[in-house]
């Protein structure tokens, strides 16, 4: 006779298991949901509410905190996957050759109610915590796969970046970044992506942000700006214009009486370029000078941190002009150069070697759009700071934009040619270039 008691052993202790697995999940839902009606009894408490009548709507009330967690984690979710379609609607456009438009949405204005300087704050206080040193290398690594950096150019092993910030504005190992030689060639100042390069020749001197909206170089650059200026309808030989290119007068003219042309309605000189270049965040971080030439003046506008990405110079009106920014101006060979280095979300610190007592994004009670910006003149006869071509000048907390305006040589185009100028442009839109590597060209005469 075969005994049969083992295999009721065999359930009964089985079902003791999951009688004491329920018994556990029981207890611990029970207690999730005693501490939410505890929350809820204490948050009623603080608004006033007491008694019977509190009681009364518990029952309906109970899951409110985590029905509302749900619904925000759903509503994420949806906006997330609405912009995923978007970007790529957007990806299929430029395949098409579509150059898309701007056009300004709800998140841009959301944007302007948050506090992006003091987030850029915590950001910069957060990557400056040191890092212990066997863990460096693996969080770098780990960075540059992300952001599509090539650490390999560090002039120094990665143990020795204390924190995130050291490595975000690391030097690079001698010969990484060869300057062109070419003396008549202007170089980039940084590593990123062309986004807009070409002459200034619209009423007032306007470059285009996107397609649909342009912004004021004399906005970006500030009222008092050195920029070259003719008043409308003049001949730049003319009496009456700000003075002619070969000897300087309008530099002149702008030092002695800055506020001269506030109310004038004048144009860029011919021969006035522009380029614009955008830095990824996982790009070298490092301004490097464009050309030889002699810094006069420096301009801090403590603007917004709105982001500089593609999709931002969508939707944001006057980005450049919004947002904080150091302005470099001065005079090379060819005439007139100003650098303007624009801030971003994150980005606030901005930082000029030339002058290491610089501070920006420093805390304010109340941020004023129209509040003027910090000027400084380095050298008040004219000579400035002399900067060499390829030489560092300053460095950004992570990345953001760079606008170059610049003179280049003239030439007695006849009437009816697209162009006044010399100079030619060596790179297209959406090009990736380094520093060192040629922007453009011209000839000698």
């Known amino acids: 006779m075969k005994p049969r008691f083992s295999q009721n052993v065999f359930l009964f202790g089985r079902y003791s298991f999951v009688r004491r697995f329920h018994h556990s999940q029981r207890r611990t839902l029970t207690s999730f949901i005693n501490n939410i009606r505890s929350n809820r009894r204490t948050f009623s408490s603080l608004g006033g509410g007491s008694g019977g009548g509190g009681n009364g709507d518990s029952n309906g009330n109970a899951f409110l905190l985590p029905g509302a967690t749900v619904a925000t984690i759903l509503m994420l979710g949806a906006l997330h996957g609405r912009r995923l379609y978007e970007d790529k609607k957007i990806e299929e456009k430029r395949e098409r050759g579509i150059e898309l438009e701007f056009h300004q949405d709800?998140?841009?204005?959301?944007?302007?109610?948050l506090p992006l300087r003091s987030i850029s704050r915590a950001w910069g206080s957060l990557?400056?915590?040191?890092?212990?040193?066997?863990?460096?290398?693996?969080?770098?690594?780990?960075?540059?796969?992300?952001?599509?950096?090539?650490?390999?150019?560090?002039?120094l092993p990665l143990e020795e970046y204390a924190s995130l910030r050291d490595f975000f504005v690391r030097s690079l190992k001698e010969g990484c970044r060869p300057i062109d030689p070419d003396p008549r060639c202007l170089v980039s100042?940084?590593?990123?992506?062309?986004?807009?390069?070409?002459?200034?020749?619209?009423?007032?001197?306007?470059?285009?942000?996107?397609?649909?909206?342009?912004?004021?170089?004399?906005?970006?650059l500030g009222t008092n700006s050195l920029l070259p200026m003719v008043p409308e309808g003049k001949d730049e030989s003319g009496e009456e214009a700000?003075?002619?290119?070969?000897?300087?007068?309008?530099?002149?003219?702008?030092?002695?009486?800055?506020?001269?042309?506030?109310?004038?309605s004048a144009s860029p000189m011919k021969g006035l370029y522009y380029c614009v270049i955008y830095l990824k965040p996982g790009d070298y971080h490092r301004?490097?000078?464009?050309?030889?030439?002699n810094a006069l003046v420096r301009r801090h506008f403590a603007g917004r941190l709105f982001p500089v990405n593609e999709r931002a110079?969508?939707?944001?009106?006057?980005?450049?002009?919004?947002?904080?920014?150091?302005?470099?101006?001065?005079?090379?060979k060819q005439g007139f150069m100003a650098l303007a280095a624009v801030?971003?979300?994150?980005?606030?610190?901005?930082?000029?070697?030339?002058?290491?007592?610089?501070?920006?994004?420093?805390?304010?009670?109340?941020?004023?759009?129209?509040e003027p910006p910090e000027e400084r003149v380095y050298d008040p006869q004219g000579h400035g700071v002399k900067l060499e071509k390829g030489k560092e000048v300053g460095v950004?907390?992570?990345?953001?934009?760079?606008?170059?305006?610049?003179q280049a040589p003239t030439a007695n185009s006849p009437d009816g040619s697209s162009s006044s100028s010399d100079y030619r442009f060596c790179v297209k839109q959406g090009d990736r270039v380094r520093v060192g590597q040629a922007l453009g060209r011209w000839k000698e005469e």
């Open 127 to 155: 990557t400056s915590v040191e890092i212990p040193v066997w863990m460096r290398p693996f969080v770098y690594k780990a960075w540059a796969r992300a952001f599509h950096s090539n650490p390999e150019e560090a002039a």
């Open 287 to 293: 301004i490097h000078s464009p050309a030889d030439w």
């Open 396 to 406: 950004f907390n992570m990345g953001s934009t760079v606008v170059l305006v610049f």
């Open 106 to 113: 709800v998140k841009a204005s959301f944007l302007g109610i």
């Open 313 to 332: 110079t969508r939707t944001i009106k006057n980005l450049y002009v919004e947002n904080e920014r150091v302005v470099l101006e001065g005079i090379w």
């Open 189 to 220: 100042p940084v590593d990123g992506t062309v986004l807009r390069f070409g002459e200034l020749k619209e009423s007032r001197g306007m470059i285009e942000q996107v397609k649909g909206h342009s912004y004021s170089v004399p906005a970006l």
């Open 242 to 264: 700000v003075g002619e290119k070969g000897d300087k007068s309008w530099l002149r003219v702008s030092l002695a009486s800055p506020k001269l042309r506030e109310s004038i």
């Open 343 to 370: 801030g971003a979300t994150n980005i606030g610190s901005i930082e000029l070697f030339i002058e290491p007592e610089l501070r920006t994004n420093k805390p304010k009670k109340k941020l004023f759009p129209t």
